[in-house]
Protein backbone atom coordinates (compact mmCIF):
# COMPACT_ATOMS: atom_id res chain seq x y z
CA UNK A 1 0.00 0.00 0.00
CA UNK A 2 0.95 3.26 -0.82
CA UNK A 3 -0.42 6.40 -0.17
CA UNK A 4 0.19 10.53 -1.13
CA UNK A 5 -0.79 13.49 0.91
CA UNK A 6 -1.24 16.56 -0.50
CA UNK A 7 0.49 19.20 2.01
CA UNK A 8 -0.38 22.99 1.18
CA UNK A 9 0.94 26.23 3.11
CA UNK A 10 -1.41 28.70 4.43
CA UNK A 11 -1.63 31.39 6.66
CA UNK A 12 -2.23 30.78 9.82
CA UNK A 13 -5.83 30.84 10.80
CA UNK A 14 -5.65 34.24 13.16
CA UNK A 15 -3.66 36.25 10.74
CA UNK A 16 -4.47 39.55 9.91
CA UNK A 17 -5.57 39.65 5.89
CA UNK A 18 -4.67 42.37 4.19
CA UNK A 19 -2.87 43.02 0.54
CA UNK A 20 -0.06 45.44 -1.05
CA UNK A 21 1.02 46.82 -4.26
CA UNK A 22 -2.53 48.11 -5.11
CA UNK A 23 -4.84 44.99 -3.66
CA UNK A 24 -3.12 42.83 -5.97
CA UNK A 25 -0.71 40.96 -3.64
CA UNK A 26 -1.15 39.22 -0.28
CA UNK A 27 0.63 41.01 2.80
CA UNK A 28 2.72 38.23 4.04
CA UNK A 29 4.94 40.63 6.30
CA UNK A 30 4.94 38.81 9.85
CA UNK A 31 2.42 36.57 8.81
CA UNK A 32 2.70 33.06 10.09
CA UNK A 33 2.40 30.20 8.32
CA UNK A 34 1.17 26.76 8.79
CA UNK A 35 0.17 23.70 7.23
CA UNK A 36 -3.45 24.05 5.73
CA UNK A 37 -5.24 22.71 8.74
CA UNK A 38 -7.73 20.38 6.60
CA UNK A 39 -4.54 18.37 5.52
CA UNK A 40 -2.68 18.11 8.53
CA UNK A 41 -5.60 17.09 11.22
CA UNK A 42 -7.66 14.97 8.99
CA UNK A 43 -5.52 14.04 5.65
CA UNK A 44 -2.06 13.29 7.17
CA UNK A 45 -2.96 11.69 10.28
CA UNK A 46 -5.47 9.69 9.23
CA UNK A 47 -2.70 8.33 6.50
CA UNK A 48 -0.63 7.35 9.81
CA UNK A 49 -3.16 6.17 11.37
CA UNK A 50 -2.97 3.65 7.76
CA UNK A 51 0.29 3.36 7.99
CA UNK A 52 0.78 2.30 11.83
CA UNK A 53 -2.51 -0.47 11.39
CA UNK A 54 -0.57 -1.79 8.18
CA UNK A 55 3.33 -0.68 8.98
CA UNK A 56 4.28 -1.96 5.66
CA UNK A 57 2.43 1.19 4.13
CA UNK A 58 4.79 3.65 2.62
CA UNK A 59 3.09 6.97 3.44
CA UNK A 60 4.68 10.03 0.76
CA UNK A 61 3.82 14.08 1.26
CA UNK A 62 3.95 16.29 -1.49
CA UNK A 63 3.72 19.61 -1.68
CA UNK A 64 3.81 22.51 -4.99
CA UNK A 65 5.71 25.58 -3.30
CA UNK A 66 9.32 27.17 -3.80
CA UNK A 67 11.82 26.70 -0.65
CA UNK A 68 10.11 28.89 1.38
CA UNK A 69 7.57 25.81 2.02
CA UNK A 70 10.47 23.22 3.39
CA UNK A 71 9.63 24.16 7.32
CA UNK A 72 5.84 23.38 6.79
CA UNK A 73 6.56 19.93 4.84
CA UNK A 74 9.18 19.43 7.86
CA UNK A 75 6.15 19.51 10.21
CA UNK A 76 4.15 17.63 8.24
CA UNK A 77 7.27 14.98 8.32
CA UNK A 78 7.74 15.36 11.97
CA UNK A 79 3.73 13.89 12.45
CA UNK A 80 4.47 11.39 10.29
CA UNK A 81 5.64 9.80 6.72
CA UNK A 82 7.98 8.41 4.94
CA UNK A 83 9.21 11.16 2.74
CA UNK A 84 8.04 14.16 1.14
CA UNK A 85 8.18 15.80 -2.28
CA UNK A 86 8.44 19.36 -2.68
CA UNK A 87 7.91 20.45 -6.51
CA UNK A 88 9.96 23.74 -6.93
CA UNK A 89 6.94 25.84 -8.95
CA UNK A 90 4.74 28.61 -7.29
CA UNK A 91 0.99 28.99 -8.48
CA UNK A 92 -2.47 29.77 -7.31
CA UNK A 93 -4.19 28.03 -10.43
CA UNK A 94 -5.56 25.02 -9.35
CA UNK A 95 -4.88 23.38 -12.79
CA UNK A 96 -1.55 24.11 -12.85
CA UNK A 97 -0.60 22.88 -9.43
CA UNK A 98 -3.29 19.75 -10.27
CA UNK A 99 -1.17 18.82 -13.06
CA UNK A 100 2.23 18.92 -10.98
CA UNK A 101 0.71 16.76 -8.63
CA UNK A 102 -0.92 14.07 -11.24
CA UNK A 103 3.03 13.84 -12.67
CA UNK A 104 4.20 12.60 -8.90
CA UNK A 105 1.07 10.06 -8.43
CA UNK A 106 1.05 8.64 -11.70
CA UNK A 107 5.02 7.65 -11.73
CA UNK A 108 5.08 7.32 -7.80
CA UNK A 109 2.34 3.96 -8.22
CA UNK A 110 0.47 5.21 -5.47
CA UNK A 111 -2.68 3.71 -4.70
CA UNK A 112 -4.89 6.04 -2.31
CA UNK A 113 -4.42 9.90 -2.81
CA UNK A 114 -5.67 12.46 0.66
CA UNK A 115 -6.34 15.95 0.29
CA UNK A 116 -7.65 18.22 2.80
CA UNK A 117 -11.37 19.30 1.49
CA UNK A 118 -9.80 23.05 0.63
CA UNK A 119 -6.96 25.65 1.41
CA UNK A 120 -8.36 27.91 4.04
CA UNK A 121 -6.57 30.77 1.89
CA UNK A 122 -7.89 29.71 -1.71
CA UNK A 123 -11.03 28.02 -0.70
CA UNK A 124 -10.74 26.49 -4.47
CA UNK A 125 -11.54 22.37 -3.17
CA UNK A 126 -10.45 21.88 -6.47
CA UNK A 127 -6.82 19.74 -6.18
CA UNK A 128 -8.26 16.50 -5.37
CA UNK A 129 -11.06 16.53 -8.29
CA UNK A 130 -8.79 17.57 -10.71
CA UNK A 131 -5.96 15.52 -9.92
CA UNK A 132 -7.94 12.61 -10.03
CA UNK A 133 -9.81 13.48 -13.89
CA UNK A 134 -5.57 14.01 -14.78
CA UNK A 135 -4.62 10.44 -13.69
CA UNK A 136 -8.68 9.10 -14.26
CA UNK A 137 -9.21 7.70 -10.89
CA UNK A 138 -12.47 7.94 -9.43
CA UNK A 139 -12.73 10.39 -6.66
CA UNK A 140 -14.79 11.14 -3.10
CA UNK A 141 -15.20 14.63 -2.30
CA UNK A 142 -15.99 15.87 1.51
CA UNK A 143 -15.23 13.15 3.26
CA UNK A 144 -16.23 12.56 7.19
CA UNK A 145 -14.68 8.89 7.48
CA UNK A 146 -12.87 6.63 5.94
CA UNK A 147 -11.64 2.82 6.39
CA UNK A 148 -10.14 0.61 4.32
CA UNK A 149 -10.75 -3.07 4.19
CA UNK A 150 -7.74 -4.70 2.16
CA UNK A 151 -8.13 -2.78 -0.97
CA UNK A 152 -11.94 -1.73 -0.28
CA UNK A 153 -12.58 1.65 0.98
CA UNK A 154 -15.58 2.53 3.12
CA UNK A 155 -15.71 6.18 2.90
CA UNK A 156 -19.07 8.31 4.42
CA UNK A 157 -19.29 12.34 2.80
CA UNK A 158 -21.37 14.67 3.36
CA UNK A 159 -24.39 15.79 1.50
CA UNK A 160 -26.77 18.65 2.28
CA UNK A 161 -28.05 18.13 5.93
CA UNK A 162 -27.22 14.26 5.59
CA UNK A 163 -24.38 11.78 4.44
CA UNK A 164 -23.98 9.17 2.34
CA UNK A 165 -21.64 6.03 2.70
CA UNK A 166 -20.07 5.02 -0.43
CA UNK A 167 -18.01 2.18 -1.13
CA UNK A 168 -14.72 2.09 -4.04
CA UNK A 169 -11.88 0.02 -4.75
CA UNK A 170 -8.44 1.60 -4.93
CA UNK A 171 -6.64 3.27 -6.59
CA UNK A 172 -8.95 6.30 -5.01
CA UNK A 173 -8.45 10.22 -4.42
CA UNK A 174 -10.19 11.19 -1.23
CA UNK A 175 -10.74 14.76 -0.04
CA UNK A 176 -10.59 15.09 3.83
CA UNK A 177 -12.96 16.91 6.30
CA UNK A 178 -13.52 16.75 10.18
CA UNK A 179 -14.50 13.64 11.44
CA UNK A 180 -11.83 11.58 9.56
CA UNK A 181 -8.98 11.73 12.13
CA UNK A 182 -8.09 14.00 15.23
CA UNK A 183 -5.55 16.61 14.76
CA UNK A 184 -2.15 15.35 16.78
CA UNK A 185 0.59 17.34 17.98
CA UNK A 186 4.26 16.35 16.55
CA UNK A 187 6.44 14.78 19.45
CA UNK A 188 10.08 15.36 20.26
CA UNK A 189 10.70 11.88 18.30
CA UNK A 190 8.51 13.12 15.77
CA UNK A 191 10.74 16.06 15.33
CA UNK A 192 14.20 14.64 15.43
CA UNK A 193 13.47 12.13 13.11
CA UNK A 194 11.77 14.76 10.45
CA UNK A 195 15.22 16.58 10.22
CA UNK A 196 17.02 13.23 8.44
CA UNK A 197 13.90 12.35 6.76
CA UNK A 198 14.14 12.53 3.15
CA UNK A 199 12.65 15.61 0.70
CA UNK A 200 13.04 15.14 -2.46
CA UNK A 201 12.90 18.79 -4.39
CA UNK A 202 11.80 18.08 -8.12
CA UNK A 203 11.45 20.63 -10.76
CA UNK A 204 7.75 21.22 -12.60
CA UNK A 205 6.66 19.78 -15.51
CA UNK A 206 5.48 21.87 -18.31
CA UNK A 207 1.78 22.55 -17.43
CA UNK A 208 -0.73 25.52 -18.67
CA UNK A 209 -1.95 28.28 -15.97
CA UNK A 210 -5.95 29.05 -17.09
CA UNK A 211 -6.56 31.28 -14.24
CA UNK A 212 -4.58 34.18 -12.76
CA UNK A 213 -5.78 36.91 -9.80
CA UNK A 214 -6.80 39.95 -10.47
CA UNK A 215 -7.04 41.79 -7.20
CA UNK A 216 -8.21 41.54 -3.84
CA UNK A 217 -10.51 43.14 -1.94
CA UNK A 218 -11.44 43.44 1.62
CA UNK A 219 -15.41 43.05 2.48
CA UNK A 220 -16.78 46.49 3.10
CA UNK A 221 -16.39 47.35 7.27
CA UNK A 222 -19.84 46.96 9.73
CA UNK A 223 -21.36 50.37 10.17
CA UNK A 224 -21.58 49.59 13.79
CA UNK A 225 -23.65 47.33 15.78
CA UNK A 226 -27.03 48.65 17.10
CA UNK A 227 -27.38 47.60 21.01
CA UNK A 228 -30.70 46.81 22.46
CA UNK A 229 -31.29 46.90 26.02
CA UNK A 230 -31.43 43.36 27.37
CA UNK A 231 -34.81 44.58 28.88
CA UNK A 232 -36.34 45.15 25.71
CA UNK A 233 -35.88 42.02 23.31
CA UNK A 234 -39.32 42.11 21.48
CA UNK A 235 -38.23 45.36 20.42
CA UNK A 236 -34.53 43.39 18.92
CA UNK A 237 -37.30 41.04 17.24
CA UNK A 238 -39.64 44.26 15.78
CA UNK A 239 -35.77 45.88 14.30
CA UNK A 240 -34.73 42.29 12.75
CA UNK A 241 -38.62 41.87 10.93
CA UNK A 242 -39.12 46.06 9.92
CA UNK A 243 -36.01 47.50 10.05
CA UNK A 244 -33.41 44.55 8.57
CA UNK A 245 -36.71 42.91 7.04
CA UNK A 246 -34.72 39.30 7.22
CA UNK A 247 -38.04 37.56 8.23
CA UNK B 1 -22.31 29.25 -27.58
CA UNK B 2 -24.46 28.70 -24.75
CA UNK B 3 -24.23 29.06 -20.93
CA UNK B 4 -24.44 25.41 -19.32
CA UNK B 5 -26.08 25.21 -15.45
CA UNK B 6 -25.59 21.87 -13.48
CA UNK B 7 -28.70 21.34 -12.17
CA UNK B 8 -28.23 19.23 -9.04
CA UNK B 9 -30.85 17.14 -7.27
CA UNK B 10 -31.36 14.83 -4.76
CA UNK B 11 -33.81 12.68 -2.29
CA UNK B 12 -35.96 13.50 -5.66
CA UNK B 13 -35.85 17.05 -5.40
CA UNK B 14 -33.84 19.74 -7.15
CA UNK B 15 -32.21 21.61 -4.68
CA UNK B 16 -31.70 25.71 -3.64
CA UNK B 17 -28.39 25.65 -4.42
CA UNK B 18 -28.80 24.97 -8.19
CA UNK B 19 -32.44 27.49 -8.29
CA UNK B 20 -29.67 30.25 -7.61
CA UNK B 21 -27.39 28.65 -10.03
CA UNK B 22 -30.49 28.13 -12.93
CA UNK B 23 -30.73 32.09 -11.56
CA UNK B 24 -27.18 33.04 -12.10
CA UNK B 25 -26.60 31.17 -15.45
CA UNK B 26 -29.61 33.21 -17.30
CA UNK B 27 -28.57 36.34 -16.33
CA UNK B 28 -25.10 35.46 -17.26
CA UNK B 29 -26.20 33.88 -20.78
CA UNK B 30 -28.16 37.55 -20.87
CA UNK B 31 -24.90 39.72 -20.48
CA UNK B 32 -23.05 37.45 -22.91
CA UNK B 33 -26.36 37.37 -25.50
CA UNK B 34 -26.35 33.36 -25.96
CA UNK B 35 -28.86 31.09 -24.67
CA UNK B 36 -29.01 29.44 -21.69
CA UNK B 37 -29.20 25.63 -21.02
CA UNK B 38 -28.98 22.69 -17.98
CA UNK B 39 -27.92 19.49 -17.76
CA UNK B 40 -30.02 17.13 -15.88
CA UNK B 41 -28.67 14.03 -14.79
CA UNK B 42 -30.83 11.09 -13.29
CA UNK B 43 -34.72 11.35 -12.71
CA UNK B 44 -36.81 13.15 -10.33
CA UNK B 45 -40.38 13.01 -9.44
CA UNK B 46 -40.91 16.60 -10.69
CA UNK B 47 -41.98 18.04 -14.28
CA UNK B 48 -38.31 19.77 -15.65
CA UNK B 49 -39.76 22.09 -17.81
CA UNK B 50 -41.36 24.17 -14.91
CA UNK B 51 -37.57 24.76 -14.58
CA UNK B 52 -37.92 26.89 -17.31
CA UNK B 53 -39.19 29.59 -15.53
CA UNK B 54 -35.70 30.82 -13.77
CA UNK B 55 -34.27 31.54 -17.60
CA UNK B 56 -33.23 28.39 -19.16
CA UNK B 57 -34.75 27.44 -22.54
CA UNK B 58 -33.64 23.87 -22.90
CA UNK B 59 -32.80 20.81 -20.38
CA UNK B 60 -30.63 18.03 -21.29
CA UNK B 61 -31.78 15.30 -19.05
CA UNK B 62 -30.13 11.63 -18.92
CA UNK B 63 -33.18 9.86 -17.56
CA UNK B 64 -31.25 7.59 -16.29
CA UNK B 65 -31.75 5.83 -12.63
CA UNK B 66 -28.60 4.69 -12.44
CA UNK B 67 -27.57 8.02 -12.35
CA UNK B 68 -29.32 9.56 -9.13
CA UNK B 69 -26.33 9.01 -6.83
CA UNK B 70 -23.19 10.89 -7.85
CA UNK B 71 -20.43 9.16 -8.98
CA UNK B 72 -18.11 12.61 -9.92
CA UNK B 73 -15.72 10.40 -12.19
CA UNK B 74 -19.41 9.39 -14.37
CA UNK B 75 -20.95 12.79 -13.72
CA UNK B 76 -17.97 14.55 -15.19
CA UNK B 77 -17.35 12.61 -18.51
CA UNK B 78 -21.42 12.66 -19.20
CA UNK B 79 -20.97 16.40 -18.70
CA UNK B 80 -17.99 17.64 -20.74
CA UNK B 81 -19.19 15.21 -23.36
CA UNK B 82 -22.24 17.17 -23.88
CA UNK B 83 -20.48 20.38 -23.02
CA UNK B 84 -18.01 19.60 -26.15
CA UNK B 85 -21.23 18.11 -28.27
CA UNK B 86 -22.87 21.35 -27.61
CA UNK B 87 -20.53 23.94 -27.61
CA UNK B 88 -20.75 25.46 -24.45
CA UNK B 89 -18.55 28.13 -23.36
CA UNK B 90 -19.20 28.82 -20.10
CA UNK B 91 -20.18 25.82 -17.33
CA UNK B 92 -21.78 27.03 -13.96
CA UNK B 93 -22.12 24.34 -10.91
CA UNK B 94 -23.79 25.18 -8.06
CA UNK B 95 -20.61 25.20 -4.87
CA UNK B 96 -22.34 22.83 -2.98
CA UNK B 97 -21.39 19.05 -2.03
CA UNK B 98 -22.24 17.73 -5.50
CA UNK B 99 -20.65 20.74 -7.37
CA UNK B 100 -17.62 20.52 -4.85
CA UNK B 101 -16.87 17.05 -6.41
CA UNK B 102 -17.44 17.55 -9.82
CA UNK B 103 -17.04 21.07 -11.31
CA UNK B 104 -13.00 20.46 -10.61
CA UNK B 105 -13.30 17.11 -12.67
CA UNK B 106 -15.13 18.84 -15.74
CA UNK B 107 -12.71 21.98 -15.62
CA UNK B 108 -9.48 19.27 -15.96
CA UNK B 109 -10.79 17.14 -18.08
CA UNK B 110 -12.09 20.39 -20.80
CA UNK B 111 -8.99 22.48 -19.82
CA UNK B 112 -10.91 24.97 -19.09
CA UNK B 113 -9.90 28.03 -16.36
CA UNK B 114 -11.91 27.08 -13.06
CA UNK B 115 -12.89 29.53 -10.12
CA UNK B 116 -15.04 27.83 -7.64
CA UNK B 117 -16.83 29.62 -4.94
CA UNK B 118 -17.94 32.43 -7.08
CA UNK B 119 -20.11 35.03 -4.99
CA UNK B 120 -21.25 37.71 -8.16
CA UNK B 121 -21.97 37.49 -11.82
CA UNK B 122 -18.35 37.72 -13.99
CA UNK B 123 -17.35 41.05 -15.32
CA UNK B 124 -17.02 40.83 -18.88
CA UNK B 125 -16.12 44.35 -19.92
CA UNK B 126 -12.48 43.50 -20.08
CA UNK B 127 -12.04 39.65 -20.01
CA UNK B 128 -13.77 37.17 -17.80
CA UNK B 129 -13.29 37.86 -14.30
CA UNK B 130 -15.48 36.58 -11.52
CA UNK B 131 -15.16 37.80 -7.93
CA UNK B 132 -15.02 34.54 -5.27
CA UNK B 133 -14.58 34.43 -1.76
CA UNK B 134 -11.57 33.48 -0.25
CA UNK B 135 -9.40 33.27 2.76
CA UNK B 136 -12.49 31.78 4.65
CA UNK B 137 -14.59 34.78 3.87
CA UNK B 138 -12.44 37.31 5.04
CA UNK B 139 -11.68 38.69 1.70
CA UNK B 140 -12.50 38.23 -1.89
CA UNK B 141 -10.18 37.62 -4.99
CA UNK B 142 -11.21 38.89 -8.46
CA UNK B 143 -10.05 36.03 -10.79
CA UNK B 144 -9.76 36.18 -14.66
CA UNK B 145 -10.16 33.04 -16.30
CA UNK B 146 -7.84 33.02 -19.64
CA UNK B 147 -9.41 30.09 -21.33
CA UNK B 148 -11.75 29.75 -24.21
CA UNK B 149 -14.07 27.77 -22.23
CA UNK B 150 -14.91 28.68 -18.55
CA UNK B 151 -16.86 26.75 -15.41
CA UNK B 152 -17.84 28.66 -12.41
CA UNK B 153 -19.10 27.09 -9.12
CA UNK B 154 -21.38 29.32 -7.37
CA UNK B 155 -21.45 29.86 -3.64
CA UNK B 156 -24.79 28.77 -1.81
CA UNK B 157 -26.93 31.81 -0.84
CA UNK B 158 -24.79 34.45 -2.75
CA UNK B 159 -27.25 34.89 -6.05
CA UNK B 160 -31.02 35.31 -5.41
CA UNK B 161 -33.17 32.66 -6.99
CA UNK B 162 -34.88 34.91 -9.85
CA UNK B 163 -38.33 33.54 -10.42
CA UNK B 164 -39.98 34.46 -14.14
CA UNK B 165 -42.23 32.82 -16.72
CA UNK B 166 -41.35 30.02 -19.29
CA UNK B 167 -40.98 26.70 -19.59
CA UNK B 168 -37.69 24.48 -20.43
CA UNK B 169 -37.78 22.10 -23.58
CA UNK B 170 -36.46 19.00 -21.72
CA UNK B 171 -34.56 16.76 -24.52
CA UNK B 172 -33.16 13.54 -24.26
CA UNK B 173 -29.63 12.62 -23.56
CA UNK B 174 -28.52 9.56 -25.13
CA UNK B 175 -25.37 8.65 -22.99
CA UNK B 176 -23.86 5.29 -22.49
CA UNK B 177 -22.71 5.55 -18.78
CA UNK B 178 -19.27 3.92 -17.65
CA UNK B 179 -19.94 1.63 -14.89
CA UNK B 180 -19.35 3.42 -11.75
CA UNK B 181 -16.26 2.59 -9.54
CA UNK B 182 -18.42 4.40 -6.27
CA UNK B 183 -20.88 2.24 -5.17
CA UNK B 184 -23.66 3.94 -2.82
CA UNK B 185 -24.20 1.92 0.60
CA UNK B 186 -27.05 3.78 2.29
CA UNK B 187 -27.66 7.51 2.55
CA UNK B 188 -28.83 9.59 5.97
CA UNK B 189 -30.65 12.63 5.34
CA UNK B 190 -31.62 14.69 8.38
CA UNK B 191 -35.21 14.88 7.71
CA UNK B 192 -37.22 18.30 8.74
CA UNK B 193 -34.43 19.86 9.02
CA UNK B 194 -33.04 23.31 6.93
CA UNK B 195 -29.25 22.25 5.70
CA UNK B 196 -27.26 24.70 7.12
CA UNK B 197 -25.27 25.23 3.88
CA UNK B 198 -29.06 26.51 2.26
CA UNK B 199 -30.93 28.09 5.42
CA UNK B 200 -31.53 31.68 5.22
CA UNK B 201 -32.09 32.04 8.70
CA UNK B 202 -29.25 30.46 11.45
CA UNK B 203 -29.56 30.53 15.37
CA UNK B 204 -25.75 29.68 16.73
CA UNK B 205 -25.12 28.76 19.91
CA UNK B 206 -21.52 28.61 21.48
CA UNK B 207 -19.74 27.55 24.63
CA UNK B 208 -21.98 30.27 26.50
CA UNK B 209 -24.92 28.31 26.74
CA UNK B 210 -22.41 26.45 29.55
CA UNK B 211 -23.78 22.79 28.07
CA UNK B 212 -25.70 20.66 25.67
CA UNK B 213 -28.73 20.32 28.16
CA UNK B 214 -29.08 24.39 27.46
CA UNK B 215 -29.82 23.88 24.07
CA UNK B 216 -33.27 24.18 24.29
CA UNK B 217 -33.38 27.62 23.99
CA UNK B 218 -31.84 28.06 20.81
CA UNK B 219 -33.92 24.74 19.30
CA UNK B 220 -37.15 27.08 20.39
CA UNK B 221 -36.24 30.48 18.90
CA UNK B 222 -34.71 28.44 15.80
CA UNK B 223 -38.14 26.85 15.38
CA UNK B 224 -40.33 29.91 15.95
CA UNK B 225 -38.07 31.58 13.25
CA UNK B 226 -37.86 28.73 10.67
CA UNK B 227 -34.00 28.94 11.02
CA UNK B 228 -31.14 25.64 10.83
CA UNK B 229 -29.20 25.62 13.91
CA UNK B 230 -25.21 26.32 13.85
CA UNK B 231 -22.58 26.00 16.67
CA UNK B 232 -19.18 27.40 17.45
CA UNK B 233 -16.30 24.81 17.05
CA UNK B 234 -15.48 24.28 20.93
CA UNK B 235 -19.26 23.14 20.76
CA UNK B 236 -18.71 20.88 18.50
CA UNK B 237 -15.26 19.49 19.80
CA UNK B 238 -16.72 19.08 23.11
CA UNK B 239 -19.24 17.12 21.42
CA UNK B 240 -22.65 19.12 22.10
CA UNK B 241 -23.13 19.59 19.12
CA UNK B 242 -22.77 17.29 15.73
CA UNK B 243 -19.87 18.28 14.13
CA UNK B 244 -21.84 19.39 10.84
CA UNK B 245 -23.18 22.29 12.91
CA UNK B 246 -19.99 23.58 13.48
CA UNK B 247 -19.38 27.38 11.59
CA UNK B 248 -16.05 28.41 10.86
CA UNK B 249 -13.07 28.97 9.23
CA UNK B 250 -12.40 24.90 9.51
CA UNK B 251 -15.80 23.72 9.88
CA UNK B 252 -18.20 25.00 7.36
CA UNK B 253 -18.67 28.80 6.13
CA UNK B 254 -22.14 30.43 5.68
CA UNK B 255 -23.86 33.55 4.10
CA UNK B 256 -27.47 33.34 5.78
CA UNK B 257 -29.96 36.27 5.31
CA UNK B 258 -29.58 36.70 9.27
CA UNK B 259 -27.03 35.16 11.63
CA UNK B 260 -27.95 35.12 15.44
CA UNK B 261 -24.83 34.57 17.11
CA UNK B 262 -25.89 33.43 21.12
CA UNK B 263 -23.30 32.93 23.47
CA UNK B 264 -20.22 32.70 20.84
CA UNK B 265 -17.34 35.40 21.68
CA UNK B 266 -16.71 35.57 17.92
CA UNK B 267 -13.03 34.75 17.81
CA UNK B 268 -11.67 35.27 14.29
CA UNK B 269 -11.64 31.40 13.19
CA UNK B 270 -15.85 31.28 13.71
CA UNK B 271 -16.32 35.23 12.15
CA UNK B 272 -14.18 33.95 8.61
CA UNK B 273 -17.32 31.27 8.49
CA UNK B 274 -20.06 33.54 9.11
CA UNK B 275 -19.37 37.17 8.42
CA UNK B 276 -20.74 36.94 4.96
CA UNK B 277 -24.04 37.18 6.95
CA UNK B 278 -26.15 40.14 5.67
CA UNK B 279 -27.59 40.55 9.22
CA UNK B 280 -25.61 39.68 12.24
CA UNK B 281 -27.03 39.56 15.86
CA UNK B 282 -24.99 38.84 18.88
CA UNK B 283 -26.46 37.78 22.12
CA UNK B 284 -23.40 37.85 24.89
CA UNK B 285 -23.63 38.56 28.17
CA UNK B 286 -20.06 40.41 27.97
CA UNK B 287 -20.13 43.52 26.61
CA UNK B 288 -16.23 43.11 25.24
CA UNK B 289 -17.11 40.20 23.10
CA UNK B 290 -15.50 40.73 19.64
CA UNK B 291 -18.23 39.79 18.25
CA UNK B 292 -19.93 42.57 18.84
CA UNK B 293 -17.85 44.53 16.43
CA UNK B 294 -19.06 42.55 13.42
CA UNK B 295 -22.48 42.41 14.55
CA UNK B 296 -25.51 44.35 13.09
CA UNK B 297 -27.39 43.80 16.28
CA UNK B 298 -26.69 43.22 19.39
CA UNK B 299 -28.15 42.66 23.16
CA UNK B 300 -25.73 42.62 25.97
CA UNK B 301 -27.51 39.99 28.50
CA UNK B 302 -27.85 36.70 29.80
CA UNK B 303 -28.60 34.38 27.26
CA UNK B 304 -31.12 32.46 29.56
CA UNK B 305 -33.36 35.37 29.90
CA UNK B 306 -33.13 36.93 26.73
CA UNK B 307 -33.47 33.99 24.05
CA UNK B 308 -37.10 32.81 25.61
CA UNK B 309 -37.94 36.55 25.13
CA UNK B 310 -36.32 36.63 22.07
CA UNK B 311 -38.75 33.34 20.79
CA UNK B 312 -41.93 34.63 22.73
CA UNK B 313 -41.75 37.88 20.42
CA UNK B 314 -41.06 35.85 17.50
CA UNK B 315 -44.09 33.47 18.17
CA UNK B 316 -46.30 36.27 19.03
CA UNK B 317 -45.41 38.43 15.64
CA UNK B 318 -46.21 35.14 13.56
CA UNK B 319 -49.24 34.68 15.80
CA UNK B 320 -47.94 31.44 16.52
CA UNK B 321 -47.98 29.42 20.14
Known amino acids: MKILVCISKTPDTTAKISFTQNNTKFASDGVQWIINPYDEWYALVRAIELKEKDPSTILHLVTVGLADTEPIIRKALAIGGDEAIRINADSADPYYIAAQIANIAQQGGYDLIFTGKETIDYNGSSIGGMVAELIDWPYISLAVKFDLNGTIATVVRETEGGEETDEAGLPLVVSCQKGVAEQRIPNMKGIMSARTKPLKVVEPIAAETLTSIVSFELPPAKAGVRLVSADNPPELIRLLHEEAKVF | ?321
Not at chain 2, 244 to 249: F, L, P, T
Not at chain 2, 262 to 285: D, F, P, Y
Open chain 2, 1 to 321: MSVFIFIDHSEEQVKKASLEALSYGAALAGQLGVPAEGIFLGTVGTDLATLGKFGVKKIHQAAQEGLNHLDAQVYAKIIADTVTATGATVVVFPNNFNGKAVAPRVAARLKAGLVSGAVALPDTANGFVVKKNVFSGKAFAHVALNTPLKVISLNPNSYPVKEGQGSAEVVSLSVTAPAPKVRVVSATQATGEVPLTEAELVVSGGRGLKGPENWGIIEDLAKALGAATACSRPVADAGWRPHHEHVGQTGIAIAPNLYIAIGISGAIQHLAGVNRSKVIVVVNKDPEAPFFKAADYGIVGDAFEVVPKMTEAIKKLKGIG
